[in-house]
């Protein structure tokens, strides 16, 4: 007999939180109002609301946008370990990149293609900068 997969229930202030960090993390990264709204799979209102800090502002995402917020947080956690300087954890994302995946595009512009394969990938070869460092 199977058993029906049950949907992460997220609290909204979970939500919150994580989608204004990711929202700053992307924010640092120069992502623009469309690219961060591509990968993490929310409307432009929601975007710009969440920007806005507003207290009693309140949001409910599903698990796929969680796991987006997920990468994205991962993926700064990781270029925090790698680099010491702040222009680089933070310009990292943005810089062409010429390793075979990326082909001279930044992770952003992967990322920013909206599809969670790319958001995947992405973090995948940032993580690996990361060597032995756990």
């Known amino acids: 007999m199977a058993v029906p997969l049950q949907e992460q229930a997220f609290t909204k202030a979970q939500c919150v939180t994580g989608l204004r960090a990711a929202v700053g993390i992307l924010e640092k990264w120069s992502a623009s109002s469309d690219q961060a709204c591509r990968i993490l799979r929310i409307s432009r209102?929601?975007?710009?609301?969440?920007?806005?800090?507003?207290?009693?502002?309140?949001?409910?995402?599903?698990?796929?946008?969680?796991?987006?917020?997920?990468?994205?947080?991962?993926i700064h956690a990781a270029l925090r370990l790698v680099f010491d300087n702040p222009d680089n954890v933070y310009g990292f994302p943005s810089?062409?990149?010429?390793?075979?995946?990326?082909?001279?595009?930044?992770?952003?512009?992967?990322?920013?293609?909206?599809?969670?394969?790319?958001l995947y990938e992405t973090f995948k070869r940032i993580d690996v900068l990361r060597g032995a460092q756990w």
Not at 47 to 71: C, E, G, H, K, N
Not at 95 to 118: C, K, T, V
């Open 95 to 118: 810089m062409a990149n010429h390793n075979e995946f990326f082909n001279g595009r930044s992770p952003l512009e992967i990322m920013a293609q909206g599809d969670m394969i790319s």
């Open 45 to 74: 209102s929601t975007y710009t609301r969440a920007r806005q800090r507003d207290p009693a502002w309140s949001v409910t995402l599903d698990s796929d946008q969680m796991q987006r917020i997920s990468f994205v947080l991962n």
